[in-house]
Each structure stands twice: as C-alpha cells, then as structure tokens.
C-alpha cells in the first residue's frame, strides 16, 4: 500500500484550478490579441465535466458490452439509481437509449459513451490479439446523448499490424469528435496486462498515454501504476482518470486506491466494480467523491459513510 501525506493531497486538492474554458479563452473569452474567441462546443462540455476544475468521479458500467451480464450488473436500470451522483456515468451505444432517465433531467451525469470494441476486455475468452473495431462514429453517439466519447486501444500486442490498426482506430475516433464537437477520452489498456510485471506494466502505460495524447485525445482513462505513476502525470499534456480494475477486498482498499491516484496527480477516477459491488453503491459513492474532490483521508471517509 502505498502511504501518502494526505496534507499535500488535500492542498493540491483545494488550490485553484483552471478549467479547460479559462485557460484557454482568458476572461471572458477575450484573446491576448484583443479579440474574441470562438469557444468549440469539446471545450464547453469539458468544462462541464470538470465544473469548476474540480476532479470528476465517472462510474463505469459497461462491462456487459464484452463480459456480459457479469454479476451485479444485469439490471442496468436497477443498477444506475444509485449513481446519480456521479460526474459521468461511461455506458455502452446500445444501452444509452435504455437508461435515458438517468441523463434526461437538469444536473444530471454527463453520459459517455464507448466508440470502439476490443477482444482484449473479453477476458472471460482468454483472446490475445487484442483487435480493436468501431461500434459507432462520435456523431452517433451524440446522437444517442453523449456528452464525452471514449476510444479504446491497447498497444506491445505482439503484431506491428495490430498495434498500427489500433493507434488508426484511435486516430479516426479522435478525427470524428473533432467534427462532432465532442470531448474524447483515450482509454489506455495493455494487451495482457494481468501478465506484465509491475514494471513493464508500467512502462507501457506510460508510453501509450503519451501516444494517445500526441493523437489528440482530451482526456486519458488508464491504470494505477503505484509509486511511479506521477512519472505518467507529468508526462502526459492533458488528464489522467485512474480506472478502478478488478474489485478489491475491501471498499477502504478502493477509496485508498482512489486517494494515491489523485495524490499521484490523477484529476479523477472511473470506477465500476468497486463501485457498483459496494455493500452500498449511493453511500460508497458519497465517500468517493470525498476522497476524490474534496481530500478527505480515505479512513475518515470511511468511518463517516460506514465503509469497511
């Protein structure tokens, strides 16, 4: 486990941060120049994602889509109640049109949806090649509600033919949300990662964020590496989301997780299992985003939501 000083955590947390909008426009959208710029429609909803340049929290449930109806997650409906609260929920193409209440109402989570299909996430088919293919066009997915859209890609495959298609799906991906006016979150995941040794596992998350940053993504969704994952911060020109991963045994284990990745340098985490497998998803939720936004220590949040 990796020890942080909370302190810092919570400073870094509370100083002022630019949102997407301010950084780039000045005030009120005046140019160093003097004149106005136009202001593109990613950046508005970007903005909105990161209100306030707070740090975001996004549940994730999506897992049907290559695994599914996995435990925990066969009702959708039932399921996404409870996570309201979230700044993002991240959805499949085909079950955005079923969860539309979720999303149809004032406040509510911005809805993401996922672009691409990759054998690599099919787990439960021990598949190798980690092949990638399109679902939807960033245009589509608009059309179904999506606020964000989010490219797939998984790179060291083993086949210089696989790894060229997959930083060409993530190219085109990036090319249509351009056009469509929509934020593009890159989701960096190694072909057999659960293989790698913390080392080499690190090694190409490092190098694979910074490929789908140089391809244009707005945002990056990828692994905790540990102590050395500030080294993937700093090198990576725009946010990092850690993913939750697998369920781990306790849920204080997740918000300790969620704690380093931001104490790291993460501007946010997407958690699905972790989430939706909580004794209490709504409560569990409610000490998340204490931990994530606020920089709360993770055992006070704990102790306060009745988290074991």
Known sequence: MIVLDMRTVRHS????????????????????????????????????LFDGGSNVVVAAIDHGLYNGPRPGFEDLAAVIGPLRGADAILVSPGMATHLGAAFDYRGAP????????????????????????????????????????????????????????NVAMVAR????????????????YPAGHEDLSPEERHE?????????????????????????????????PIPILALGARKLPHERDALELAASAVGAGARGVVFGRNLI?????????????????????PGEAATRHGIA
């Open 13 to 48: 947390m509370c100083a002022p941060i630019e949102t997407t909008l301010e950084r780039w426009r000045g005030p009120a959208g005046v140019t160093a120049h003097g004149g106005v710029r136009v202001v593109t429609g990613a950046e508005i909803r970007l903005s909105r």
């Open 110 to 165: 911005a809805m993401i949806v996922r672009l691409n299909w990759g054998t690599q996430y099919a787990t439960q088919w021990s598949y190798h090649e980690s092949r990638s293919v399109p679902m939807v066009s960033a245009a589509e997915a608009i059309a179904l509600g999506a606020d964000v859209v989010l490219v797939g890609m998984s790179i060291k495959t083993g086949s210089e033919a696989v790894d060229a298609e």
């Open 173 to 188: 991906c990036v090319s249509e949300a351009r056009a469509a006016g929509v934020p593009i979150v890159g989701e960096v």
């Open 204 to 236: 190409v998350i490092s190098i694979g964020c910074r490929i789908v940053a140089e391809l244009g993504v707005d945002l990056v969704k990828t692994f905790f590496t540990g102590a050395p994952f500030g080294e993937v911060v700093r090198s990576t």
């Open 277 to 297: 497998g909580a004794r209490d998803p709504a409560r569990f939720l409610e000490a998340l985003q204490e931990v994530v936004k606020r920089g709360v220590e």
